[in-house]
C-alpha cells in the first residue's frame, strides 16, 4: 500500500514537471513569435513613405499591441532588474532594453497625438509639432536600438537558426563563409546609414525626413536591413570580446540572470 502511494506521488510529480516544461515550451515559442512580428513591423513602420498613412497607423496600433503582449509575457524581466550582480554585459543589455523601452513609449504616444485614422476619436489638442519631433527621433532611435539588442541576443538566434536547419557540428569552411558575408552586409549597412543620413534625425539636427515616393520597396529595404545587419554584427563581436574567460558571461547568460528566464 505504502509503495503503491509513493510511486502515485512520484508519478503525480513527474506528470506536473511535464506539464509545466510543455507550458514553459509553448510561452518560449509564443515569445519568439511576438519578437519577430515586432521586428517584422517595425521594418514596415520605416517605409512610411512606401505604404500610406493610413497603413503606418494600423501597423503601429499593431506595434502597440505586440508592445504589450511582449512585456506582459516579459514580465519577470522588471521583477529581476535589481537582483543579481551586474557583470559589464548585464549592465549594457539591461541599459540597452531600458532605452528600448522609454524610445518605444515615445514612438507611441507621440503616434497617438499625431494620429488622423487609428486614434481620430481622442479627444487630443495640440503638441503636434512637439509630438512630430519626438516621432522622428524616437523612429530611427527605435530601429537602432532593435538592431542593437537583437545583436546581444544573436547567438540564441542563430542557435535556434541551426537548431531549424538541422545544422550539426563546426564547419570551418562555412563559418568562414559567413563571417565574409556578416562583414560584406555591415560595410554596406554603414554605407547606407551615412547615404540615408540616420544619425541627422535620430539627434534632430533637421525637422524634416526626406521621403523618396518614387523609391522601390526592394532598394528600401535592402539598405534597411544592411543597417540593421550592422549594428548586429557590431554588437554581437563586442559582446564576444567582453566575455571573460572561464566565466559564463555570455549574452544568453547575461539575459538569463537579468531576466530570471523571463527574457526581454
Request: hydrophobic share 50%; charged share 15%.
Amino acid at each position: 500500500m505504502a509503495g503503491r502511494d509513493f510511486t502515485g506521488r512520484v508519478k503525480g510529480k513527474y506528470r506536473i514537471m511535464s506539464e509545466r516544461k510543455s507550458k514553459m515550451k509553448a510561452k518560449s515559442k509564443i515569445k519568439r513569435a511576438v519578437d519577430l512580428l515586432m521586428t517584422l513591423v517595425l521594418l514596415f513602420l520605416m517605409g512610411y513613405q512606401l505604404w500610406g498613412e493610413t497603413a503606418h497607423e494600423w501597423a503601429g496600433a499593431g506595434m502597440l499591441v505586440l508592445f504589450l503582449v511582449h512585456h506582459l509575457l516579459n514580465h519577470g524581466w522588471y521583477r529581476n532588474l535589481f537582483r543579481r550582480k551586474y557583470t559589464v554585459m548585464r549592465v549594457l543589455i539591461s541599459a540597452v532594453d531600458l532605452a528600448l523601452l522609454a524610445v518605444m513609449i515615445c514612438l507611441m504616444a507621440s503616434g497617438i497625438v499625431m494620429s488622423r485614422h487609428v486614434f481620430a476619436f481622442l479627444p487630443i489638442t495640440g503638441g503636434m509639432g512637439t509630438a512630430r519631433l519626438v516621432h522622428m527621433a524616437a523612429c530611427y532611435w527605435g530601429f537602432v536600438l532593435m538592431a542593437v539588442h537583437l545583436g546581444f541576443h544573436w547567438g540564441i538566434v542563430m542557435a535556434r537558426v541551426r537548431q531549424i536547419l538541422g545544422v550539426t557540428g563546426a564547419s570551418k569552411v562555412r563559418g568562414l563563409v559567413l563571417r565574409i558575408l556578416a562583414v560584406l552586409i555591415a560595410g554596406y549597412g554603414l554605407y547606407a546609414f551615412v547615404t540615408r543620413d540616420l544619425a541627422t534625425y535620430m539627434f534632430l539636427r533637421t525637422q524634416f525626413v526626406f521621403l523618396d515616393y518614387s523609391e522601390s520597396p526592394i532598394s528600401f529595404y535592402i539598405d534597411y536591413l544592411a543597417m540593421m545587419g550592422l549594428f548586429i554584427w557590431i554588437v554581437y563581436y563586442l559582446s564576444v570580446i567582453l566575455q571573460k574567460p572561464g566565466r559564463n558571461n555570455s549574452p544568453r547568460a547575461e539575459r538569463e540572470s537579468s531576466s530570471g528566464r523571463a527574457g526581454n
